[in-house]
């Protein structure tokens, strides 16, 4: 039996532990999955209703962070990356999961939430 190690941690200043209290909690901490089943990770937050983005990043050990999956509640964007491979759902502004489907060893890497307010929303508070 093999096994993949998908470790989840929170993007950058968003990282409670480094950055103090975001507000953005991501679920599991870590993760083991047997290879060729699912992976899902859960982001929520607690900040207002603007804050719709959310932000999937994956980094391989060594390799800059790379942006898989972009959503907001009518959105879901995974730019080039593989629909067949990945998968992301957003139902509510606060909350959202990431599937890594059919998982295999070049998955292992660590995956980071983030979540942003609109631009404009941004501007105009």
Known sequence: ???VIITLTFSLQWTSGFAGDSGVTQSPGVLWV?????AEMNCSHNKDASYFQMYWYRQHQGKPMELIAFTTTTTIDLGSFDKNKFSATKEKVENGSFTVKNV????????????SQ???TALLA
């Open 1 to 3: 039996m093999i096994s």
């Open 118 to 120: 609109h631009s404009v």
């Open 104 to 115: 295999d060893s070049d998955d292992s890497a660590l995956y980071f939430c983030a979540v």
């Open 34 to 38: 047997e290879k060729n089943q699912p």
